[in-house]
């Protein structure tokens, strides 16, 4: 069955400084990535996502992930943070074409003004 | 584009009742639509999976005849939890696709306190 790791469960850090967030998974096929952020109240959202072509996705609200296949990871990075993306962040993946999304245990993320 | 809503937002119950939570696709057609329960500080486990016209798909662990799923059209799909248990407290979101598209969309959840 497949799994997905989020290495840091809380991330505290000051506005403007750099976020790096971990995702590895385990599958070995062909798999579908996503990053998902749920704010304080709110519902899940879309960040981006990764089917195919260039590792290198960027999504919305300044938001850019990687793929690496060798290391079956697709971190979340933000260069620099503001007070509002404090949330929590989930990272999910799914085989392609199937059905099944498996989530991390996702990391809550503290920005401080 | 692409809304997910779920109704209620909240409800409290007293055990041993049923409580059915709605699902609905607001500008999309949902072909499938996702059941997941999330515990606090945890992350969200996929229950069920439904294709409209169809019966769910349950998880491992997951009890059928608890957790009973209905996708009668393509902008609806509703979970009922059945005899509900103060175990059974918990947030309830369900999210949905259009098609055979990868991406899912999430509704605002539904949390269910049973006392």
Known sequence: AQSVSQHNHHVILSEAASLELGCNYSYGGTVNLFWYVQYPGQHLQLLLKYFSGDPLVKGIKGFEAEFIKSKFSFNLRKPSVQWSDTAEYFCAVNKAAGNKLTFGGGTRVLVKP | ?115
């Open chain 2, 1 to 115: 584009g692409a809304v997910v809503s779920q109704h209620p937002s909240r409800v409290i119950c007293k055990s041993g009742t049923s409580v059915k939570i709605e699902c609905r696709s607001l500008d999309f057609q949902a072909t499938t639509m996702f059941w997941y329960r999330q515990f606090p500080k945890q992350s969200l486990m996929l229950m069920a999976t439904s294709n409209e016209g169809s019966k769910a798909t349950y998880e491992q662990g997951v009890e059928k005849d608890k957790f009973l799923i209905n996708h009668a059209s393509l902008t609806l799909s509703t979970l009922t939890v059945t005899s509900a248990h103060p175990e059974d407290s918990s947030f309830y979101i369900c999210s949905a696709r259009e098609g055979y598209a990868e991406t899912q969309y999430f509704g605002p959840g539904t949390r269910l306190l049973v006392l």
